[in-house]
């Protein structure tokens, strides 16, 4: 079981940016696929971006529209959503989660560890 500790969450208002982070312990970005979901109230967990151990991406286009980027940094251990030009379809709670090793996946099943999540809240 691999800890996963988000943080950086909070209230902002629509156009403001926000990076979450997702504390993991020594090496685990080095050796698993790491990703972000986000679930909204009322709504299924879905996913938002991920970043495979090697560095390739992928994002859900549905809504990311380039404003999401996932980043990691090696040394500290630690993973990133940068989030620009929030909206209040962003408000959420947002998941780290960690995968095997392998191409990013964008399916909740593929990932075995999970972050308690950091709460995201734009007001119009």
């Known amino acids: 079981q691999v800890q996963l500790v988000e943080s950086g969450g909070g209230l902002v208002q629509r156009g403001d940016s926000l990076r979450l982070s997702c504390a993991t312990p020594p090496r685990t970005v080095m050796w698993y696929t790491m990703g972000w979901f986000r679930q909204a109230p009322g709504k299924e967990r879905e996913f938002v971006a991920a970043i495979s151990r090697s560095g390739p991406t992928t994002y859900n286009a549905d809504f990311v529209r380039g404003r999401f980027t996932i980043s990691k940094d090696n040394a500290k251990s630690t993973v990133y959503l940068q989030i620009n030009s929030l909206e209040p379809e962003d408000t959420a709670t947002y998941y780290c989660?960690?995968?095997?090793?392998?191409?990013?996946?964008?399916?909740?099943?593929?990932?075995?560890?999970w972050g308690q999540g950091t709460q995201v809240t734009v007001s119009s």
């Open positions: 989660a960690a995968a095997q090793p392998g191409s990013p996946s964008k399916e909740a099943s593929s990932y075995e560890n």
